[in-house]
Nanobody, 126 residues
Framework: HVQLVESGGGSVRTGGSLRLSCAASGATAGRHCIGWFRQAPGKKREGVAAISSDGTTSYADSVKGRFTISRDSSNNTLYLQMNSLKPEDTATYYC?????????????????????WGQGTQVTVS
């Protein structure tokens, strides 16, 4: 079981930047794929980016070139650097832990494959 706690959300102007953090704890935290997801009001939860235990990354087309996912294995903290933010990026952002192979097989955008979720952090772009 992996516990996840997000932080770093807030309000920002269009074109601005934010960095989200996800602190992961638990005996197997370092061996999971970690994904960032977001959910806007009235919309389905969607995958934004994911990173495997070996640092392999993958991104949704909507954020490629603007968002960067990374992990600090020394303290099991994951980051999502978000640049050039747009109003359509407004959502609650969640990090989630899933099987490590999800990134390798390009299957990380399936919400149901992630069993452990954080509480979410709000990002508002105006």
């Amino acid at each position: 079981h992996v516990q996840l706690v997000e932080s770093g959300g807030g309000s920002v102007r269009t074109g601005g930047s934010l960095r989200l953090s996800c602190a992961a704890s638990g005996a197997t935290a370092g061996r999971h794929c970690i994904g960032w997801f977001r959910q806007a009001p009235g919309k389905k939860r969607e995958g934004v980016a994911a990173i495997s235990s070996d640092g392999t990354t993958s991104y949704a087309d909507s954020v490629k070139g603007r968002f960067t996912i990374s992990r600090d294995s020394s303290n099991n903290t994951l980051y999502l650097q978000m640049n050039s933010l747009k109003p359509e990026d407004t959502a609650t952002y969640y990090c989630a832990a899933g099987p490590d192979y999800l990134v390798r097989f390009s299957a990380w955008q399936r919400v149901g494959d992630f069993g452990n979720w954080g509480q979410g952090t709000q990002v508002t772009v105006s």
